[in-house]
């Protein structure tokens, strides 16, 4: 009998453990979508910072080439 009740103990806190692991298991995996939701975000943020930087670029050259354009305009 006393072999019965160690087994029904035993069976219990492995229950309890399963429930444990379960839960922790599930705030984990919330965890882990907002940390890819996020990942996600980051990346098109990126995305977009690249895609100004070259904007900016782009605008550079033009205002160089314009700058050039207007020093020999005014030198002749």
């Known amino acids: 009998m006393e ?23 599930s705030v984990l995996q919330e965890q882990l979508s907002s940390y890819e939701q996020k990942l996600e975000e980051s990346s098109q943020y990126i995305g977009t910072l690249k895609s100004e930087q070259q904007n900016v670029q782009l605008v550079k050259e033009r205002l160089e080439v314009l700058m050039q354009k207007i020093e020999t305009v005014l030198t002749e």
Do not use: S
Request: charged share 45%.
């Open 3 to 25: 072999l019965l009740e160690l087994l029904e103990k035993r069976v219990d806190a492995l229950l309890a453990e399963i429930e444990r692991l379960r839960t922790e298991n």
